[in-house]
T-cell receptor, first 113, second 109 residues
């Protein structure tokens, strides 16, 4: 049973560029959330997707957008990259309803130069 | 808004017991989760409390008092591999997590 998988694991982008990160949730899970974790800080919630729609959103600008596909996988897109976007981007997978465990992927390390 | 407070650093010796406290102010509280994160790794689920009381999972236990907006993680029989950052996180009904700043635990021989 595969856990939460993310790609790519590491990437370097230039200011102003755009990036797409990908996530496949744990088998049987239907909800994907994205978090940003800066060095030395706790993860910050970006947004959550369920049934291919954005359900909750944290305090992030609309440069951050996402998508969920019919197979529950998800993408995070960030436009007009800033140096401050450099962080670990984590995908969290869960099953809607009940008190089910929320699992995290290994993350994608993004460096903006 | 929501906020969680936990100590930034804790140091203990192998074999000892350590308690990491977490206080929170939040709306829409559904439960309190604990995650472990080693440097360069992903947060790994440790424990979850939706109701008041103690939950025990092996060497790790977690406690919640909803009336006091307080919880703690208790680690027993500390091992060197327990050196990591530990995060408390409030969960809302929609499975959104709000994390504290993390507690860096250093276990010394």
């Amino acid at each position: 049973d595969a856990g939460v998988t993310q790609s790519p694991t590491h990437l370097i982008k230039t200011r102003g560029q755009q990036v797409t990160l990908r996530c496949s949730p744990k088998s049987g899970h239907d909800t994907v959330s994205w978090y940003q974790q800066a060095l030395g800080q706790g993860p910050q919630f970006i947004f959550q997707y369920y049934e291919e729609e954005e359900r909750q959103r944290g305090n992030f600008p609309d440069r951050f957008s996402g998508h969920q596909f019919p197979n529950y996988s998800s993408e995070l897109n960030v436009n007009a990259l800033l140096l401050g976007d450099s962080a670990l981007y984590l995908c969290a997978s869960s099953l809607t309803g009940g008190q089910n465990t929320i699992y995290f992927g290994e993350g994608s390390w993004l460096t903006v130069v | 808004g929501q906020s969680l407070e936990q100590p930034s650093e804790v140091t203990a010796v192998e074999g000892a017991i350590v308690q990491i406290n977490c206080t929170y102010q939040t709306s829409g509280f559904y439960g309190l989760s604990w995650y472990q994160q080693h440097d360069g790794g992903a947060p790994t689920f440790l424990s979850y409390n939706a109701l008041d009381g103690l939950e025990e999972t092996g060497r790790f236990s977690s406690f919640l008092s909803r009336s006091d907006s307080y919880g703690y993680l208790l680690l027993q029989e500390l091992q060197m591999k327990d050196s990591a950052s530990y995060f408390c996180a409030v969960r809302n009904a929609g499975n959104m997590l709000t994390f504290g700043g993390g507690t860096r635990l250093m276990v010394k021989p």
